[in-house]
């Protein structure tokens, strides 16, 4: 008895501040979402209206796909670059103190605002930026690329200048505990690169690689900021959504879809937790 209730003591400040900062503003976002409104204010209530709203409608299905569409690409490149880097670290660096150093040459992009890394991007490839004047003197192109700049290419490429480092760190941090025997007896074994990658060094790193997915996921599915600035407002995505929604004063629609969006969230990690058990591989 005296241990248990030591353990409750011990784990109590834990779980009143997930309820403070989680739990309670998570269920009045839910409740919120069941009240009405007008255009001036909003009125407790228990109405299906903002979800009916939400989810009949065509544009929000268009800004779902559009959205998961975003998460997609981003999660495949991140994956690559994320995989890549992590295996030189853990592989082809062996002194520790060489892979701190340039461990924390990955974190220098995050010394600074997400604003201004992609602000940084605008000069680089507007119509008479530095990428489209050096292609135009080079001759490899006729005219100023036009894609670059304001598109879902820019939005993209934003995506992955950010939040690739959240690849990155899991999958390496799951590579430098794999065990160096199980390599080499792998290759004793007369297994190619490419076997010792597929069926040692991938299986083991899956726990890594799974919760850089969760984070990389989780964040573009709410992010709207990049879509804002870097698509220069031809493109949308559900946070943006939100935003539009509140800045109307239409909080109640906003709650909805951001329950909404939440379950999804949701939804695409469970099935990331059935594909890799993360606590039962770390």
């Known amino acids: ?12 400040p834990l779980a009143l501040i997930l309820l403070a900062f989680l739990l309670v503003p998570i269920g009045t976002i839910v409740v919120v979402s069941f009240f009405d409104y007008d255009s001036v204010r909003m009125f407790p209530a228990f109405v299906w209206t903002n979800y009916e709203e939400l989810l009949l409608s065509p544009i929000t299905w268009k800004t779902y796909l559009l ?25 082809h660096v062996h002194s ?17 605002s997400n604003v201004i890394r992609m602000i940084s991007w605008i000069p680089f490839l507007g119509r008479n930026g530095i990428l489209n004047s050096a292609l135009l003197s080079m001759g490899a192109i006729d005219q ?80 709207f900021v990049t879509v804002r600035l870097m698509s220069g407002g031809q493109s949308a ?23 909404v969006l939440l379950v999804v969230v949701l939804l695409m990690i469970a099935a990331m937790l059935r594909v890799v058990d993360i606590r039962k591989e770390l």
């Open 237 to 259: 995505s559900v946070g943006l959504m939100m935003v539009n929604a509140m800045s109307l004063l239409q909080y109640p629609a906003a709650a909805a879809n951001a329950v």
């Open 96 to 112: 520790a103190l060489m892979q701190t150093v340039l461990f924390l040459i990955c974190t220098i992009p995050f010394w600074t």
């Open 144 to 223: 100023p690329l036009e894609f670059l700049l304001f598109s879902d290419f820019a939005v993209v490429l934003a995506y992955v200048h950010l939040y690739a480092l959240f690849m990155v760190v899991p999958i390496f941090n799951s590579m430098v505990r794999i065990d160096r025997s199980l390599v080499e007896a792998a290759r004793d074994a007369g297994a190619s690169e490419w076997q010792v990658l597929r069926n040692v060094i991938i299986p083991l790193a899956r726990p890594g690689i799974a919760i850089g997915s969760i984070l990389v996921v989780a964040v573009v599915m709410g992010d």
């Open 1 to 12: 008895m005296r241990g248990r209730v030591a353990a409750l003591a011990l784990a109590s």
């Open 67 to 91: 959205t998961l569409w975003f998460a997609a690409v981003t999660w495949a490149i991140c994956l690559a670059i994320g995989f890549i880097v992590a295996y030189f670290l853990a592989f």
